[in-house]
């Protein structure tokens, strides 16, 4: 309704919106293409950054002022958010639950850097409730350099961060592909769920976010004096033991498992780490279902630095279930393809011999390598987000997923040709479906692309 505040969630589809024209010379096209929503996608952790305004104790809740991504100064408005008992607390780098953390944070300064992690509390809800906030110097952009990455090998107080992204004082963010994160006794290390931590919880495969101080001209990133938190990490591997539970390891964090070197991290040689034979401390949590060659994801902390024989301490284990598993597609025709995908009642058969495809199923990294493939995309969902990109025309949206299709198959009998293909739902691999709530698919003239390959 006009003059209420909304929410709006932003998507850009980068599969949708760069076409790679050729790799020698390498062209790529850009045409940028952005879905938007008045709801928060619930599925996903949502970030408040900005300062501190006030804390009402008696309501649970927290004013600020928004500064949003890298910015450090602006106006940008103000926002209001939840707490509840189960919320965490790091305040100038210590740590804090519940009533204390909130009643500590009502004491801080106005102005002090927040940031607030969460999301909606139910779906459909406008109110946003915080599972974790960050105030004080425990803020990454407060006064100090920022580190983050993931530590791939470690000799005594020298650690290796690759993948690293450092932020400056200058708002600049500099991407390298290797950086050397140094540490001392002194440092302090927050954000383990487990109990205290210490600079001997650095271990391989840890996912971190460090204050220091950043030196260009040696690629050293300095928190001798400074704080390095802990994030939380998740392995996927295939079981080659149920129990105890060891996996043969594909990814930490996203990233291939050659990228680590295990050296140090026995209490000698012979009890290091082995990738093929990772052995997770399962602790508490039911692993009776678990049989062998299955694969699997589990999401914790390496265990401390030097300590193996066991490798992983788990909070939490995912057994995916391809019966019906969240997923997204791309799609890419190399050239115009006519007989690509195809519309026969009330779902699109995709024939894509001649495509370059991929298929992501959510939380499972690397599995696109995995011998999965829909051969069809139907719905369920009484809305989605379904659109039609026609170079030269624009974007055609639709939320009736019968409506999208009875469109496409339109487009598609007067001659236009599919491109590429985007699509999100949840994979059965039995029926070797992908049952949607959001699809792009981009179409051209067969003489367009043709033009364009030349």
Known sequence: SPFKTAQLTLDLDLAASNTIESFEPPLVTVEPFMVGSTELDIDREHRLRGLLESVDLATNTIDMKL?????????????????????????????????????????????????????????????????????????????????????????????????????????????????????????????????????????????????????????????????????????????????????????????????????????????????EQYEINSSTLDISAIEEDEWMQVRGYPSSFGSSPSDFDALSIINPDFSSHPARMFALWQSPSTTGLTIESSEIVLSLEDARTKLHLKGIPGSSQLSFSPEKLVSTAEEGRFSILIRGEGVHMFTDFDSFIGSASEYLQNGLAVHQLTATGQYTDSLKSLDVNYVTLRLSEPQDLEQDQE
Request: proline share 3%; no cysteine; charged share 20%.
């Open 67 to 275: 500064i949003p991504m890298r910015l450090r100064r602006g106006t940008f408005g103000d926002f209001n958010f939840h707490v509840d008992d189960n919320t965490l607390y790091e305040i100038d780098g210590v740590e804090y639950t519940s009533e204390e953390g909130l009643s500590l944070l009502a004491e801080q300064a106005e102005g002090t850097p927040l940031i607030a992690f969460g999301g909606p509390s139910e779906e459909g809800e406008q109110r946003y409730l915080a599972t974790q906030v960050l105030a004080g110097n425990s803020v990454p952009w407060a006064e100090q350099d920022v580190l983050k990455g993931i530590i791939t090998a470690r000799s005594d107080s020298s650690i290796s961060i690759q993948g690293a992204v450092v932020e400056t004082g200058d708002q600049a963010a500099h991407f390298q592909t290797e950086v050397t994160l140094a540490v001392t006794e002194d440092t302090v290390v927050t954000g383990y769920r487990l109990g205290d931590a210490s600079i001997a919880n650095l271990s391989v495969g840890q996912r971190i976010l460090a204050l220091g101080e950043f030196n260009a001209d040696n690629n050293e990133f300095d928190s001798s004096q400074g704080h390095v938190r802990m994030k939380l990490n998740a392995i996927v591997g295939e079981v080659v033991q149920a129990s105890p539970l060891e996996l043969d390891l594909s990814h930490i964090n996203k990233r291939p498992i050659d990228l680590f070197d295990f050296s140090g991290t026995g209490l000698d040689a012979a009890n290091d780490a082995s990738p």
